[in-house]
């Protein structure tokens, strides 16, 4: 799922191409998208862009009367823009993948969305603060002092990977980022919030900090102001995310990773968790007391 620094990035580039400029028409090709009934979709049409704002992982794209359209990109969807206007394909639009396009007077912002499970989402809201509704609440970390930060972060006593990609709780961070921030930091992924000392709480502050300004930075330039095609969750650069059984760039062991449903947590055990693996739930469950407690158990197993 795209994650503040690549959402922000969305939020530059749209702004950049649309703002001050009309939308014409809005065109809804899959009947899943669509997640609101008033106002229509059409109320739209003609309206000017008055700015591009980040709510959350949403992109809402604010029009005069106090219009809004706002495109929620989940795991799969992903934005495309055109200088022209959209050419008819020789694919059905279901087939490509193609949710909806929005035209402007300068050029054709396209919503597609890889697979099958249909998450992503449009809302069309009216009303100054119709975006209210949609927004989660969590605390926006490049804009907290270090006491906000520590108050939403112990509201709850939740994992550290928990609060971080909670969006009651943080705004923005999800699971690709939150490897990022942890593996800065130094501190397990499964560590608990309200257990947590001040001096860990002040390096997760400085680690989420930092590590969102890095990335934001770094997809910056390499955009080049170009709209932005290239939107994962696995970067090259990457310290631990998407790197499993690579070597950690900090002290160079194979990093380790934990799954659960449809996601999982990578980490590197020497820097994070005192040399000791984190227990994967199904296949903790399978070894039962043979399951490794260190990476040197962990050799030894695999040598057998």
């Not at 039962?288 to 260190?294: C, H, I, L, N, Q």
Request: some cysteine; proline content about 7%; overall charge positive.
């Amino acid at each position: 799922m795209p994650e503040l620094p690549d959402v922000t990035l969305y939020v530059e580039a749209v702004a950049a191409r649309t703002v001050g400029h009309r939308l014409n028409r809005v065109t809804i090709l899959s009947p899943f998208l669509l997640r609101s009934t008033a106002p229509p979709v059409e109320a739209t049409h003609g309206k000017t862009v008055c700015q591009i704002l980040r709510v959350g992982k949403r992109i809402a794209i604010g029009l005069e009367d106090h219009l809004w359209l706002a495109l929620h990109l989940m795991i799969a969807g992903r934005l495309h823009w055109r200088d022209a206007p959209a050419k008819p394909a020789a694919k059905p639009a279901a087939a490509r993948g193609l949710l909806a396009a929005f035209s402007f007077d300068t050029g054709t912002l396209t919503f597609t969305e890889a697979g099958a499970q249909h998450r992503a989402s449009l809302h069309v809201l009216s009303g100054p603060d119709a975006l209210r509704s949609l927004d989660a609440g969590g605390l926006e970390v490049l804009a907290a002092s270090l006491p906000a930060f520590t108050a939403a972060l112990q509201s709850a006593n939740h994992t550290l990977k928990r609060a971080l990609t909670d969006p009651h709780i943080f705004s923005g961070i999800g699971n690709s980022y939150s490897d990022e921030i942890l593996h800065r930091a130094r501190l397990s992924p499964v560590a608990l919030t309200q257990k947590l000392p001040p001096a860990h709480i002040a390096q997760l502050y400085a680690a989420t900090r930092e590590t969102l300004v890095e990335w934001t930075g770094r997809l910056r330039a390499q955009s080049l102001g170009a709209f932005p095609e290239k939107v994962t969750a696995f970067r090259e650069g990457m310290a631990v995310h998407g790197r499993y059984g690579l070597p950690c760039p900090r002290c160079g062991a194979p990093i380790q990773r934990i799954r659960y449903a449809s996601n999982e947590t990578n980490y590197c055990a020497p820097c994070q968790t005192n040399g000791k693996l984190l227990a994967d739930r199904a296949l903790s469950r399978l070894l039962r007391e043979d399951w490794p407690r260190s990476l040197d158990q962990l050799e030894a197993l695999k040598r057998r």
